[in-house]
């Protein structure tokens, strides 16, 4: 069974960072893409960032130039980094491991998800 635990999360002031994690138990961590979401009060969940097992990554419009996501198959780990904090990047934010390779081939696995709030 795959279980992914986030963490880093927290409060943080307009134009700050923050750095999250997703570490993962199992052995296809390296031979999956993995990716963040996030789910603001009253909104849909909607995709952050992706990154494939080779590293090619994608994000959404509205980060783009803000955050990075990176990971390190040695520890079975991938991140999140936030720079540049908006207001509306509040969210509670999940990682989750995909069926393949590839950033297309579909979400299966969610962790608990981790709270991120910016403050005005």
């Known amino acids: 069974q795959v279980q992914l635990v986030e963490s880093g999360g927290g409060l943080v002031q307009v134009g700050g960072s923050l750095r999250l994690s997703c570490a993962a138990s199992?052995?296809?961590?390296?031979?999956?893409?993995m990716g963040w979401y996030r789910q603001a009060p009253g909104k849909q969940r909607e995709l952050v960032a992706r990154?494939?097992?080779?590293?090619?990554?994608n994000y959404v419009s509205s980060v783009k130039g803000r955050f990075t996501i990176s990971r390190d198959n040695a520890k079975n780990t991938v991140y999140l980094q936030m720079n540049s904090l908006k207001p509306e990047d509040t969210a509670v934010y999940y990682c989750?491991?995909?069926?393949?390779?590839?950033?297309?081939?579909?979400?299966?696995?969610w962790g608990q998800g981790t709270q991120v709030t910016v403050s005005s």
């Open positions: 989750a491991l995909y069926r393949g390779s590839s950033i297309f081939s579909g979400t299966s696995y």
């Open positions: 199992g052995s296809i961590f390296s031979s999956n893409a």
């Open positions: 990154i494939s097992s080779g590293g090619t990554t």
